[in-house]
């Protein structure tokens, strides 16, 4: 049943030799790998009032400063991610360079970093996407938790489909959306400088002062808001590396398409910040934390009733007079970028989960490919970490900002760190004197981005620390350590399990065979089990049973008998009424004795069609099984007997695993040779 | 590690020939089984006059009247089960006599009432001894559903430890109690006959009007009002099958004592319950069911800061005047029978499992008996439903009452219905004149016993079905539509299962064995599995591996080739990346070109200590295995391996297994048979 809703769900199986490849052209590379970057244009600008009207108007004058200052790191690391992407085209990212150049450990850090990114770039896209979509759409309102649930079910769901990025499809919303946004820049620029530039609907609206923050930006207390307001604003950083991730999907020159996409995203993001920032100040656009008591009219709270925009909506409403539709229509492609920023991460988490499974730091399952090619364990996981998220914080992109952005100045910091060190490596080579100029060049941007990276860094983490940032930390701490102690669990057993060619104990066979079968009543399955052991032939065989009940026990011998099974019953006597440790004791006892013998433990199963009928057998076999496995030299054989019941179960999965898919088993990859007769010729 | 919890909770293991089977003398006798009959007049008159109480003063006066109604119910049907006692001394209580008489059904409609029964006899006579204990404790106030909880969990943890009832111990709780409150009577009585029994404290307060009831016991409304009063007071019923059950335990002669201590019972339970109500009456005693809002001081409702005592806990203040420790005394001793009461229930339910598992209606596990001899299934399964009951519920009394009392009417009815064919069918054999009288006499009391029990369960029913009774009426239901279940799948799978001793399949043996061994890389686990398979000398012998990934499949078969093993290696084309279809399919193609072949897979399997390394393990081959067990002429082999991981958890199986105790593995109940060799003897 799972497997004809999976079908549904998530369509026919993809055979593994079809996985399309298609090389991007730039006009739709961008837009795939871009939307991320771009994306957070859609809430940086708002982040950035919100936090420096905690100090009141005057305060949220500074703010195109403050955006000003994110689009100098800004193209500060774009320069850097430019030389990434030219020693780095594989494709490995950050993880990639911090591995190679700073070891393991250096590598694993970034992972882990990226990792906590990614499930925190999905949930503030969507939670932001929700907020834009509530601002369309009035019935929404309330239900963005559910709505941001929605969407990341939805997003799940079309990766576990693996959906191919079609150029197309994912193009549009981001043109449309750079479209509306820098049209709304632009007519808003001109009209401010033709003087014609109305006053936002939202000016009217005084704010309400808040404690410790009455005097506006004044001594340490105001410097450490605006440096706030920037860390929030960082977050239109974040994105960026998800194009050097991508490198390998451009088409050739893959390397300076991927850089020139990156001057591209820099030079968009930098101008809709920009303009969005300086637009808002013109035309006095009020953004708060919570409106309700934050803002005054006529000098008292404005209270539950106001409805307030996001930034940009409010812009197109003043910017477009009279076009009503104008900020539903820029909230509407807002909604669609923002999805597609949330994919990014879909496409990242998992890839990368499936990197550091590759190479022993994740569980293998994230490393394996579901049926329709996608590497399906990474974006549920993703998707449930996500949807926490956003349920946890209730999806206020606020509350979730603080935690975001930590991650990406994390991977920044320490993949310029990495370049450094690449650079000092090949100049130790390098003979050509052109060359080493511009490898020097190289090594001073990324200095100066490592330097640039690592201040933000500092201020990321001391402005927001306290205001949910330590969550952030500590996620990427778990996933340190549980990565760090996945790898050693690999490494030991994989060094346990080394099968070393030439010992001797690698071909040595158990001496004989001493088979045992568990009997509890004489009935099909047991004697099934019986049958089925002679068939293997054992050096020694016996029925073995676990007397409980002295009547039980001598009904079983007098039908044992009856029955003339050549077989000897063996009667365990379990004073304590248990049925496993006499077995257990047993079988160790026969291992005392002869200890080069192998034992084969036969027990009869019954297999059942409906759970519950699992809860009326089978208790007993099942924790001896499990505690049998512990014992060396000991095969546990399942003899399962099918009830009735099992049939239509088992019907349905032949029916289903019988579907004629091309390239079924008897299509080996080695030609199909017959089972080989080893009667005699071994031993 | 849970096996140390075990011992620690519970003790050591008890052998199954040292069950003790001490039998009780009427004194003992009288406490172990009337504990139930008898406590329930610890809350049964509460319950009365609350009832009566919403009709208003005047109404609570009827009280007495209803308690002498109750008592006559309760005289007729002792004398109905004093001839219960005498024809079935076996134990079988009510499921025996309506299964004998009624078939199959009957006796399962009395299991299924009785079953509800016992749950909520624990549930309420917990949840009445928190009521007692909160008023003698008033810390206790408003915890009262922790502290029935905790006493769930003590009772349950010492009829796991499977303490025997001890004679004195169990006696001491119901002398004291009937002590305190017969002396309460007895006292009450003198001074109310002198005249000089005080006024309640109570007695002061005026009740408030209740909306429909404020003419108070006018017409059907106030008729249906005194029925309701009447059916909560039949609760003091219950507990009077306890007796029936117990027979066996008492001592010689068996059915004369029991019936004996069953008129004792009914003197005791009669006597104290018309003197409490009485004596309520005469002191003016209030009590109601929301004493803050019903209450009135001086017209005013008397708020939530008014403590209302237990009737008895009232009474004992007004007649031993002066003594401030006389009511807190009556509440202790209560505290102490209601626990015994409830722990009745524990002796019961898990009794009457066993006896329903015995007979295939209820799953196996209720039948065996844990290590301390106790019925360990039946007895956690009664804590679980008696807990959640007073969770839900809230451990009021007033709100489980209507739930309960249907269960005992059902199987009394029944019972007397059953009894009634008993005598009919004895008196077509009988021939003595005598003894055909004294039959007669005997059906005529269970013919008066069915009419009123009938009459009343009706009452019951007809007065409470909205107040809650449709919840046990439906648990009952489904345990009918359960247990009717459970006994067809056993019937069903007892015939599929049947061995023909002379059919010849019961001997026909596989013609060859297949064995497969499954490999995924070339590592310890996968030599162990085959030199193992290797050992068992198959017909054929192959290794098979499943191909997702074409490079590992060229390491794996690069390894194969220079470690030289001497079995072929196949490889299974997976173009869909599933390890278990392809696997599936290729034992089902052996399967179809020899049917009569036996398959063997082998699955190197590996053992871990921690159960987070199971996941990162096993995971491809617990759902292979899963699946295999549904093909017809398949076992499935686990080879374990053993990580070093594991070996402290098996080194501390080992040493709880290897405890010291008498009987173990090596003294067979049969005289110790070394295996038999069975090479070349066979086939």
Known sequence: MPDVFKRLLLGRPVRSDRRPRALLPKRVAMPVFASDAVSSVAYAPDEIILTLALAGLVATTVSPWV?????VVMVTVIASYRQNVRAYPSGGGNYEVASVNLGPRGGLTVASALLVDYVLTVAVAVAAGAQYAASAIPGLRGNEVAFALVIIAGLVLMNLRGVRESGVLFAIPLYLYVGAVGLTAVVGLVRWATGTLPQAASAQYDLAPVPSYEQGLIGALGVFLVLRAFASGSAALTGIEAVSSGVPAFREPKARNAAT??????????????????????TGVRFVDDPATQLLHDGAPVGEAYVQDPVVGQLATAVFTGVPWAAPLVAVTAVLILVLAANTAFNGFPVLGSILARDGWMPRQLHTRGDRMALSNGIVALGVAAAMLVWVFDASVTALIPLYTIGVFVSFSMSQLGMLRHWARHLRTEPDARERARMRRSRAINGFGLGLTTTVLVVVVVTKLTHGAWVAILAMVVAFVLMTGIRRHYDRVGVELAVDVDAPATRALPSRVHAIVLVSHLHLPAVRAVAYARASRPSVLEAVTVGVDADDVAALRADWERTGLPVPLKVLDSPY?????????????????SPRDLVVVYIPEYVVGHWWEALLHNQSAIRLKSRLLFMPGVIVASVPWQLDSSARTRALAEHLDARPLPGDVRRGLTPPQGPTPLQGADR
């Open 577 to 593: 009424r248990e049925i496993v440790r006499p077995v257990l004791g047993y079988v160790r006892s026969i291992r005392r004795e």
């Open 67 to 71: 955006g000003l200052a994110v689009v």
């Open 261 to 282: 996409t990156l001057t591209l995203v820099g030079v968009v993001s930098g101008f809709l910040l920009l303009s969005i920032l300086f637009l808002a100040r013109a």
